[in-house]
């Protein structure tokens, strides 16, 4: 067991990985949680400047394999 979390679902131990997204040209990235709602930009697709923006952390429990996420530290976008 990775960190002290306990399964909200069946109170095993949880361990701790990631969720990646694949970007331009397949590159692989952690994803990111992006305050707010979501809006449209014709230039980026969407807007995201001067919102609070952070890695999601992700955590799978070892006896019934729920999935948990929380976010992590502050992070660029």
């Known amino acids: 067991m990775d960190s002290d979390l306990l399964c ?8 701790r990985g990631f969720i990646f997204d694949r ?8 994803q990111v949680w992006v305050e707010g709602e979501p809006e449209s930009s014709f230039w980026s697709g969407l807007k995201t400047s001067g919102r609070d923006a952070r890695t999601v952390d992700a955590y799978r429990c ?9 976010a992590g530290g502050t992070t660029e976008i």
Request: proline residues 0%; positive net charge.
């Open 8 to 15: 909200s679902k069946c109170g095993g131990g949880m361990i």
């Open 23 to 30: 970007g331009d040209y397949n590159f692989k990235q952690q």
């Open 62 to 70: 070892t006896g019934c394999s729920r999935l948990e996420f929380f």
